[in-house]
């Protein structure tokens, strides 16, 4: 049955109203990363503390660090092409309005010798004054990248750029240790790969110096429990070589985990073509095709050395980093308290979520969890978790239509990604809220992502989620609460209501099925009127 | 490259502001159809005359025709249905604060000698007045559906419910007969097919029922040029089943092309089948099983009796026509003055399109295309059509998300369906917003939608959106208009501007290469400023 209340429209165009006013307050920050390879531009529309989003990402292959290698000055060819590129991405700025700009150089710039004349030229034709970071800084950035935006709290991360590869040991979440190498992808292919394809001996001799170079950070071996995150574009166009491979499911980098020998597959695959055959593989970059080997190289050796046998991609880098500082401000170290929860939190705001009616079917939803007794379903705390952001996350579709808005909602999460989950976690997920109304949950084209038995979590879980909507079907919590008891075959599930109850009994009624297909339970509902009280009439 | 600037945003907001205000003038209507088989509530949100969205819909299953066809009597046991179905109802709308209430019932109720003492229960129950609809009214929501939601021009509508079913006859877009024949899906399976499985007698006698009653309407055959338009929940099912046996790549059933061949394959599946069987077919709704076959043979022997060789799917019906008798209130007749463009501009409103700009560019890929010589392609007039619908739409997933936002147009495109527009054609335009911006346009999943050397059009119509898109990367118009000539195998393109033509001159270099894949042609830009004349300065 398609039932729904449209109490939720009347909502919507008053969150719609609100959200306007939310984003009259939000400011908007450029952030300019000028990197050895390419310059990036991001655009961050935020509300300090509360959302943020990227919302433009402009990126222009520039190759500052070209020939470098040979004299450490920045040739005319490439400075020429870095002022063309700053003084569009200025005109950008001024045409949208933006003054709140943060331009940052990293290692080309900072070792180059004619770095007072590059600077001075850049801000004489862009008007953008550019902030120089030193090599730890550079690794700051990166680790409040990492740590706002994956699960590390112990282990390293690993940001690989052009010029230079930052290495943070990050231990209880804060930055204990960095270090900042010459070893950035464009540097590592001009010293030591020069034949197309490259010869073995090349390979070789890059290799045993980077075990020189790694042996010598005593601080990085990775333990077991501890995570390695690599941070980069190089690094986001392996881990994208070895998705296509594989057909793998997902649309989506970050979080994406990827084995150390996957990553010496690419290493293989890589160095047995020639830059024009590379740039026929599936994913293969144009700008990156040359340097993609080397950089897979460092990093394949990296994983070595540390030990560490996978590693986790985040999309994000110093340039959020940068972000982070100005968003947390105010509030001791700029790191979130718990990612995971601020990222669900963050895309129900972006997607303007019906706060009220998601907290109280996330309210009902691990009510009936945590009072079903453990044997009768497959779910541990993990999965409690999820079923907390699905209840959170359900009708996010709404926003882009009523009309299969559960499916809109999949997508939205499938799309948006959820950083700190892992891509088993975000299917599940998404899968919940694209079974939250109707149909047969099924793990569709997402079974490789999952793990045994997941079928049958998604089962028990999507059950709940159901009879949650349906119990608020008026979207007016007219149940306050509930008590749910296994005796025999039977599950008597009581609900407290207040007000007119009929539209919750009428819509519950025609989804005790798949409750009763996910625990093997009968299930018995038994509505009980709850008496206003004084404290009930004061709230 | 991915080079966006992000002026967008600015207009977005803008955009986001103003369309709070067109919310805050928008109304809504609930329109109640108390058919013989469900009850289906619709809230339809609009502003007059300019743009509408069907925000909820309700379907309950209640019989009401349910032993009718032996007394025409409805039953104590339907009369509860009804009445506690409407009262929901009822309540859904006050918890939604909709007092725009039309409640419209058809042939069960027009019919039933109880007509009144339960036309009297239900306001008494529900407080919400009926309207008994007669039959030729009934016929004319259902013209109204069809030719606001298809090209229909010339041909027939026939629209299958439980009780009744109408056909209209269509003439240059107005409808000049109409009839309504006690052929609805519950009550020819009440008279004709009792058996489970039926036999073939059964079906024999109702094939030679239906031939006779056909045969008495002598405006009942379809010429060739001629469109047969089909309407109702059980002709949906028949579609559906169509769709699903064969892998069909839309999840779409407006403007879907039926065969009399499949109807007649869906006729001899359903035939061999009990009612418990035909449940486990993909596609099938629990509700409708039973009345399934009696539908598919009314619908089967009506094309076999007019000669029509298929039938195109419109998921609107009688609700719809009843909105839009409001929505295109004094305007003449409540019919689109051209369906497709107005399916066009609907959704873009919807998705608060940025006009300026989709319009700016929908000019600039025109007159690219109008100046290039018809030998350097292979689109006509239809094509042209497409491109400028693309050239409309392709930036609406930027209400989803600017990241990505091709990919979401798309999926907007694809989910909102564009009424009057064929599935090749929707396809086609999904796929010119998905690779507006980047990528290698291909004809993906759905190839099998597509016409012989649609790939090779799609590249060209690509092409010209995405060069479009470059010259106006700026979005604000400073390319003025442009000239196309070929001369050799070059394509001279001669760009006016006004103001700063770097980031235009900028984006469009690094697309010249699609340009020359699609059309043979190498593409060499003449930027030519424009001077300001007396009559720009007023402008």
Same mark, same amino acid.
């Given at each position: $049955?398609? *039932?729904e209340n ?17 984003y009259?307050?939000?400011?908007? !920050? ?13 655009v961050? /529309?935020?509300?300090?503390q ?6 433009? /990402? ?19 060819a ?68 990492a ?42 292919? /001009? ?9 073995s ?29 690599g ?13 296509k ?7 989506? !980098?970050?979080?994406?985990v ?6 010496? *597959? ?17 994913? $293969? ?9 080397a ?22 880098? $110093?340039r ?12 001791? *170290? ?20 019906? /706060? ?12 009936? #969890? ?37 499916k ?10 959820l ?12 899968l919940?809220?694209r ?55 039977h599950?008597?599930?009581?609900i407290?209501f ?20 996910? #625990? ?20």
């Amino acid at each position: $049955m398609e *039932a729904e209340n449209d109490l939720i429209n009347l909502k919507r165009l008053k969150t719609l109203a609100e959200h306007s006013d939310v984003y009259r307050d939000s400011q908007r !920050l450029a952030i300019i990363d000028m990197g050895s390879n390419s310059f990036r531009l991001i655009v961050v /529309e935020y509300v300090p503390q509360l959302s943020f989003k990227v919302t433009d /990402e402009v990126r222009e292959a520039v190759r500052l660090s070209e020939g470098m290698a040979a004299n450490d000055v920045m040739s005319a060819a490439a400075m020429d092409r870095a002022a063309r590129v700053m003084r569009i991405y200025a005109a950008f700025c001024a045409a949208s309005g933006i003054n709140d700009i943060v331009a940052v150089g990293t290692s080309a710039i900072r070792e180059a010798r004619n770095r007072a004349y590059f600077l001075k030229r850049i801000v004489s034709e862009s008007n953008i004054p550019v902030r120089v970071l030193e090599g730890e800084e550079e690794a700051y950035y990166a680790y409040l990248a990492a740590v706002n935006s994956t699960t590390l709290t112990d282990g390293f991360v690993l940001d690989l750029g052009g010029g230079s590869m930052e290495i943070i040991r990050v231990k209880n979440r804060r930055n204990a240790n960095a270090i900042s190498l010459p070893l950035g992808a464009v540097r590592v292919t /001009e010293r030591f790969l020069h034949s197309d394809p490259v010869t073995s001996k090349e390979v070789k001799k890059l290799q045993s110096h980077l075990r020189d170079v790694y042996q010598n950070i005593d601080w990085f071996q990775a333990e077991p429990g501890m995570m390695l995150v690599g941070e980069g574009g190089t690094l986001r166009l392996i881990a994208r070589l070895i998705q296509k491979q594989k057909h793998y499911p997902l649309d989506h !980098l970050h979080g994406y985990v990827m084995t150390l020998d996957e990553v010496d *597959a690419v290493v293989d695959k890589l160095a047995s073509l020639s830059v024009a055959e590379r740039n026929k593989l599936a994913g $293969m970059k144009h700008d990156r095709a040359d340097i993609s080997l080397a950089g897979a190289i460092v990093v394949a050796e990296a994983m070595r050395a540390s030990g560490a046998k996978s590693m986790t991609i985040c999309s994000q880098s $110093m340039r959020e980093g940068l972000f982070y500082e100005r968003f947390l401000a105010g509030s001791g *170290a700029p790191v979130f308290h718990n990612v995971r929860h601020a990222a669900v939190l963050n895309l129900a705001h972006l997607y303007r979520f019906q /706060e009220q009616h998601a907290e109280h079917i996330a309210r009902l939803t691990l009510s009936m #969890f945590d009072q079903l007794p453990p044997e009768t379903h497959d779910c541990g705390p993990v999965e409690r978790e999820l079923l907390w952001a699905a209840s959170m996350l359900h009708d996010i579709g709404v926003s882009v239509d009523y009309h299969d808005h559960h499916k809109h909602s999949a997508y939205l999460i499938l799309n948006g990604g959820l950083p700190g989950y892992t891509h088993r976690e975000i299917a599940l997920i998404a899968l919940m809220a694209r079974y939250h109304r109707k149909g047969k949950p099924t793990v569709d084209e997402f079974a490789s992502l999952l793990k045994p038995g997941d079928d049958r979590r998604l089962l028990q879980l999507c059950a709940l989620l159901r009879l949650a909507e349906q119990l608020d079907r008026s979207r007016d919590g007219v149940v306050r609460d509930l008590s749910l008891r296994v005796v025999g075959g039977h599950a008597l599930m009581e609900i407290n209501f207040r007000g007119d109850e009929q539209v919750a009994l009428w819509a519950l009624e025609r989804h005790t099925d798949i409750f009763e297909q996910a #625990f093997g339970l009968k299930l018995q509902v038994i509505p009980i009127p709850v008496e206003t009280t004084a404290d009930d009439a004061l709230a």
